[in-house]
T-cell receptor, first 111, second 114 residues
Framework: QQQVKQSPQSLIVQKGGISIINCAYENTAFDYFPWYQQFPGKGPALLIAIRPDVSEKKEGRFTISFNKSAKQFSLHIMDSQPGDSATYFCAAPRDGNKLVFGAGTILRVKS | DGGITQSPKYLFRKEGQNVTLSCEQNLNHDAMYWYRQDPGQGLRLIYYSQIVNDFQKGDIAEGYSVSREKKESFPLTVTSAQKNPTAFYLC???FGQGLSSEQYFGPGTRLTVT
């Protein structure tokens, strides 16, 4: 069964710094890797996603880097802000249109 | 205003009682999902449904049941057989099969069983 290993579990970054969260996945025949952002007491919201026909996708301050040969992908948050403090989940596809999620990374941006 | 609604936001039940969590979507999505979220464990799939009147067990289906009588509705029943039901429950939906399986989540229901 597909598993996704996410690291670190928690991360503290100074305001204006770069937050980096990494995920590794196992074999998959499907190519879609989303990241979700979740604030306390809320449902996760799709933040950004990548299909590995590209190695990088940028949306504003958020960038996904994808390394297909290493089966790894990462989320970079540039110029991190206190409002970015949340839990971030990576996910990878598994048999059909289901997703398997990483365990999550709790990000705290200190002002 | 399109989206996924879950009700109630908070739910309290006594041990031994069944409880049903509501999930409704007006996104015209074919597929719907139920997840359970516990601290430090990410999201675990309970049940999913790709079309009306059909659903499949996910990874942790024991003690849960679902129905899919309408495209827009996918209620989850937490039965008394679920050994540790206290958790945050999330409903999601997507357009369906294939690579474009972006899932959109509802706001969640926090269930506390004492």
């Amino acid at each position: 069964q597909q598993q996704v290993k996410q690291s670190p579990q928690s991360l503290i970054v100074q305001k204006g710094g770069i937050s980096i969260i990494n995920c590794a996945y196992e074999n998959t025949a499907f190519d879609y890797f989303p990241w979700y952002q979740q604030f306390p007491g809320k449902g996760p919201a799709l933040l950004i996603a990548i299909r590995p026909d590209v190695s990088e996708k940028k949306e504003g301050r958020f960038t996904i880097s994808f390394n297909k040969s290493a089966k790894q992908f990462s989320l970079h948050i540039m110029d991190s802000q206190p409002g970015d403090s949340a839990t971030y989940f990576c996910a990878a596809p598994r048999d059909g249109n289901k997703l398997v999620f990483g365990a999550g990374t709790i990000l705290r941006v200190k002002s | 205003d399109g989206g996924i609604t879950q009700s109630p936001k908070y739910l309290f039940r006594k041990e031994g009682q069944n409880v049903t969590l509501s999930c409704e979507q007006n996104l015209n999505h074919d597929a719907m999902y139920w997840y359970r979220q516990d601290p430090g464990q990410g999201l675990r799939l309970i049940y999913y449904s790709q079309i009306v009147n059909d659903f499949q067990k996910g990874d942790i289906a024991e003690g849960y049941s679902v129905s899919r009588e309408k495209k827009e509705s996918f209620p989850l029943t937490v039965t008394s057989a679920q050994k540790n039901p206290t958790a945050f429950y999330l409903c999601a939906s997507s357009f369906g099969q294939g690579l474009s399986s972006e899932q959109y989540f509802g706001p969640g229901t926090r269930l506390t069983v004492t």
